[in-house]
């Protein structure tokens, strides 16, 4: 049976004063930012598939960033956990309206609970049926970690994170939490280290971050724009709605 979501959409048709978009540079590399107020009333995120996805019985088909926005209509959308380029499974669990969809193993736990909390949790290496859901609403599990408590954090292979690609150079994306309460998605167009990465995550105020997929995969949308295009079909993206 292909699962089907509840009805999830925006409150209100307008642009949100309290989602904003940004290009900033910052340590000499362009940096797109979109800024969400998770204090603002009904903001939530959830994960988003491609369409005719089976995520319970491990169905992942890969299909154009441009269709799955089309598909979910969100404020914002960001690609996200890394996926088998053959088959779309993701490396990490996924929970989408309290229930675990999938059970990956590797990456840190970024989850919203039911009151719109926002928490990282770090328990890569574990599969998910071990993390413990009680409270989780959604919940996307990516990596490696960049910043953990206000500090840089950046421990890839102890994580379980191994592949050259994540590893060195490329184009990134990535999540954070600020010290007031606001969700950050960036992308980057040129190719940078995890570091560069992390500190970028830093100079916005994360107090929490971890990386996404990168590379081709990257890719942003905020407010009926695409920012970052990606080169790629994706088989999971992260969705801001409000």
């Not at 926005?69 to 969100?74: E, G, K, L, T």
């Not at 995550?201 to 996404?212: F, G, I, S």
Request: charged share 20%.
């Amino acid at each position: 049976m292909i699962y089907k979501p509840p009805p999830f959409r925006n409150s209100r048709q307008q642009r949100s004063d309290h989602i904003v978009r940004t290009w900033q540079l910052i340590g000499g590399v362009g940096v797109n930012i979109v800024t969400v107020d998770l204090s603002a009333e009904h903001v939530r995120f959830m994960p988003g598939f491609a369409a005719n996805a089976d995520p319970t019985r491990g169905y992942f088909p890969l299909e154009d960033f441009y269709r799955i926005v089309r598909h979910y209509q969100p404020r914002v959308a960001i690609n996200g956990t890394y996926f088998h380029l053959l088959n779309g499974t993701p490396t990490g669990p996924i929970v989408r309206h309290g229930k675990m969809l999938y059970d990956g193993r590797w990456g840190t736990t970024i989850s919203l609970d039911a009151k719109g909390r926002l928490t990282f949790r770090y328990q890569s290496g574990t599969y998910g049926r071990h993390r413990g859901w009680e409270g989780v609403y959604n919940a996307i599990c990516t990596g490696p970690t960049l910043v953990r408590d206000g500090k840089l954090w950046l421990h890839p292979r102890r994580e379980g994170f191994r592949d050259r690609a994540v590893l060195g150079s490329a184009r990134r994306s990535a999540l954070g939490l600020t010290w007031d309460n606001r969700l950050v998605l960036v992308t980057v167009g040129s190719r940078i280290s995890l570091n560069k990465l992390g500190n970028i995550m830093l100079r916005l105020n994360c107090k929490q971050a971890a990386n996404l997929d990168g590379g081709s995969s990257s890719a942003l949308y905020s407010n009926g724009e695409f920012v970052t295009r990606p080169e790629r079909k994706l088989s999971n993206v992260l969705l801001v709605y409000d």
